[in-house]
């Protein structure tokens, strides 16, 4: 069955450093989502990406935040200058059209120092 | 701004039991109404979803119940299994710009045998 798979499954990093967190979409899917999970909390939209650009964007994803499909088939989340509250569960996740499933990926999580 | 809420927060029964969720939404203009399962550490995966031209769903000992009046759905899970255990999130989708699912708290189930 195909699936979302994402790396690194954890990254450790220090504060104000960039952390680019990576993602391998099902191949078919042309919607493309970064959501974001705080421990013991529920799963937030950060950004959707169809068309090759966002297409919508949550008040997470501000300036320190890019999204970029360098190919035909990775898709990556990058944050410029992390800070401790970026601390989170990380997921991709993918579909291929409206109102239909969004399968996830593992997660990556990030844990800013 | 959208949001959706969703209760109880915990749930405990009894093996065999019954389980229901609710959730309720905000934005009018949702019109696909997704439920995940949430293993400890694992991905969000996608139990049943409905959409809204459709008031009720079911696959074996799920079912989904939709009223778009009240803007309020719930899951129902019965003869609960030990392995019906996990955090269940309900999410709803706006096809006005994209796909973004606004995700419910959570409802961590515990069901014991």
């Known amino acids: 069955e195909p699936e979302v798979t994402q790396t690194p499954s954890h990254q450790v990093t220090q504060m104000g450093q960039e952390v680019i967190l990576r993602c391998v979409p099902i191949?078919?899917?042309?919607?493309f989502y970064w959501y974001r999970q705080i421990l013991g909390q529920k799963v937030e939209f950060l950004v959707s990406?169809?068309?090759?650009?966002?297409?919508?964007k949550s008040e997470i994803f501000d300036d320190q935040f890019s999204v970029e499909r360098p190919d035909g088939s990775n898709f990556t989340l990058k944050i410029r200058s992390t800070k401790l509250e970026d601390s989170a569960m990380y997921f991709c996740?993918?579909?291929?059209?409206?109102?239909?499933?969004?399968?996830f990926g593992q997660g990556t999580r990030l844990t800013v120092v | 701004g959208e949001n959706v809420e969703q209760h109880p927060s915990t749930l405990s029964v009894q093996e065999g039991d019954s389980a229901v969720i609710k959730c309720t939404y905000s934005?009018?203009?949702?019109?696909?109404f997704p439920w995940y399962k949430q293993e400890l550490g694992k991905r969000p995966q996608l139990i049943i979803d409905?959409?809204?031209?459709?008031g009720e769903k079911k696959d074996q000992r799920i079912a989904v119940t939709l009223n778009k009046t009240a803007k309020h759905f719930s899951l129902h899970i019965t003869e609960t299994q030990p392995e019906d255990s996990a955090v269940y999130f309900c999410?709803?989708?706006?096809?006005?710009?994209?796909?973004?699912?606004?995700f419910g708290t959570g409802t961590r189930l515990q069901v014991f045998p």
């Open positions: 996740a993918s579909s291929d059209g409206r109102n239909t499933e969004a399968f």
């Open positions: 409905i959409r809204s031209n459709v």
């Open positions: 934005d009018s203009a949702s019109n696909y």
């Open positions: 191949s078919n899917h042309l919607y």
């Open positions: 999410a709803a989708s706006s096809s006005y710009n994209t796909d973004k699912l606004i």
């Open positions: 990406f169809y068309n090759n650009e966002i297409s919508e």
